[in-house]
């Protein structure tokens, strides 16, 4: 079946700090992945988006290069601010699964001053 | 703003009874997707519909049913309510019934407390 794992948070940095959120998947078939950001309050923003193997999916500075031979879509940036604070979710999409979504747990992080 | 549209933002109503949230898309957009989000569940794909007709199903109960109307709003049933069913419902609205294809905007959810 399909599923998404990705890293337990809380997740704490400082300003400027190097981010990493781990990100793995199992699917059959060929999945599209990608990364959702939701803001306190607020509903979930695709971030960025990767449809094959090797693409890198970019935005605001956020990356997530999709790695089949790893089942992985790691979310990196390479210098955090305040305003980054908020819960990310990978997900995964197969259409062999009739289009429907797979969201990880989600991972909150707070970026301090 | 997504541009979606639900309503109520909260509801707070008793087990054993039944409510309705209902969805507007993003003007343009033909498929609909709903969502629930708790804290022990994470976020899970309940239904999706595509200009009126159903296109995919998650992990729905069969005391939760959807439908989407001819002006493309959708609402989403559930009944028999049970305090598990206290969560944040989320509807998504694409331009296409293809999920990995369009991006998915979503409203900014209903608050649903069953006590």
């Known amino acids: 079946g399909n599923s998404v794992t990705q890293m337990e948070g809380p997740v704490t940095l400082s300003e400027e700090a190097f981010l990493t959120i781990n990100c793995t998947y199992t699917a059959t078939g060929y999945p599209s992945l990608f990364w959702y950001v939701q803001y306190p309050g607020e509903g979930l923003q695709l971030l960025l988006k990767a449809t094959k193997a090797d693409d890198k999916g970019s935005n605001k500075g956020f990356e997530a290069t999709y790695r089949k031979e790893t089942t992985s879509f790691h979310l990196e940036k390479g210098s955090v601010q305040v305003s980054d604070s908020a819960v990310y979710f990978c997900a995964l999409s197969a259409t062999n699964t009739g289009n429907q979504f797979y969201f990880g747990t989600g991972t909150s992080l707070t970026v301090i001053p | 703003d997504s541009g979606v549209t639900q309503t109520p933002k909260h509801l707070i109503t008793a087990t054993g009874q039944r409510v309705t949230l209902r969805c507007s898309p993003r003007?343009?957009?033909?498929?609909v997707y709903w969502y629930q989000q708790s804290l022990d569940q994470g976020l899970q794909f309940l239904i999706q519909y595509y200009n009126g007709e159903e296109r995919a199903k998650g992990n729905i109960l069969e005391r939760f049913s959807a439908q989407q109307f001819p002006d493309l709003h959708s609402e989403l049933n559930l009944s028999s309510l049970e305090l598990g069913d206290s969560a944040l419902y989320f509807c998504?609205?694409?331009?296409?019934?293809?999920?990995?294809?369009?991006?998915?905007?979503f409203g900014p959810g209903t608050r649903l407390t069953v006590t």
């Open positions: 003007s343009g957009d033909l498929s």
């Open positions: 998504a609205s694409s331009v296409s019934g293809l999920a990995d294809t369009y991006e998915q905007y």
